[in-house]
């Protein structure tokens, strides 16, 4: 199985090799996570003196005392709470802005199919295909998903603010929840520099609007 993952890590590039782990050197996880708790209050701290979180969002997105094991890094990290907040607050938008070319249901295919025969496209020769990405939610680099977020958010929020939240607050704090993505494997630290963790609540938002520019 070891073997499966480390040409997993080498094939994608996704991973970055932070620091190997040794026996004289115990508190070194600890180090990482207190840096990465340490920066995540200053961004908060800024972004509430700055005006950009209210109080309440900024109690919803503060870690509390959340313990680290590695295998569930990706469901109990220190920036869950952001990436759990920043989906449930742009998910809605993006099922608007695709409702018209996505299937959520397997209904909603042959609904399409049927409009599509009604309006005269469906031809004897019409070719139906299906693509499948590997690794889609692991490919692509964090500056490219949070580029293709900032474009939609400023396509489809005229305003420039969700629920009191400017697009820049939200693509900040987006940033900050793909840039603190640390794993430990084979004894060493690694940071995910492509992508999300499987766990992350915010993978297949920004895969699918990635995919959708």
């Known amino acids: ?24 050197d115990l508190n070194s996880v600890q180090r990482h996570l207190s840096k990465i708790v340490e920066e995540l209050t200053l961004l908060l701290n800024d972004l509430h003196e700055r005006q950009c979180l209210t109080d309440i969002q900024v109690q919803q997105m503060t870690v509390y005392a959340i313990p680290f094991e590695s295998v569930l890094v990706c469901c109990l990290g220190l920036t869950i709470d952001i990436s759990r907040y920043i989906s449930r607050l742009l998910q809605n938008i993006y099922d608007q802005a695709t409702h018209s070319t996505t299937f959520f249901k397997a209904s909603n295919v042959i609904y399409a199919l049927e409009n599509y025969a009604k309006e005269v496209h469906l031809q004897s020769n019409t070719l139906f295909a299906a693509v499948h990405v590997n690794d889609l939610c692991t490919l692509i680099p964090h500056e490219q998903l949070t580029e293709s977020l900032q474009h939609f958010l400023y396509d489809y929020v005229p ?10 607050t ?44």
Request: hydrophobic share 40%; aromatic share 12%.
């Open 1 to 24: 199985m070891d073997d499966k993952v480390f040409q997993h890590m080498t094939r994608t590039g996704t991973y970055l090799l932070i620091q190997e782990l040794n026996a004289t």
């Open 159 to 168: 305003d420039g603010q969700v629920q009191g939240l400017t697009v820049d």
């Open 170 to 213: 939200i693509i900040e704090l987006v940033r900050f929840v793909l840039q603190n993505q640390y794993f430990i494997f084979d004894n060493k630290i690694c940071r995910q520099i492509k992508g999300c963790g499987s766990g992350q609540p915010l993978n297949h938002l920004l895969a699918n609007i990635y995919m959708f520019y």
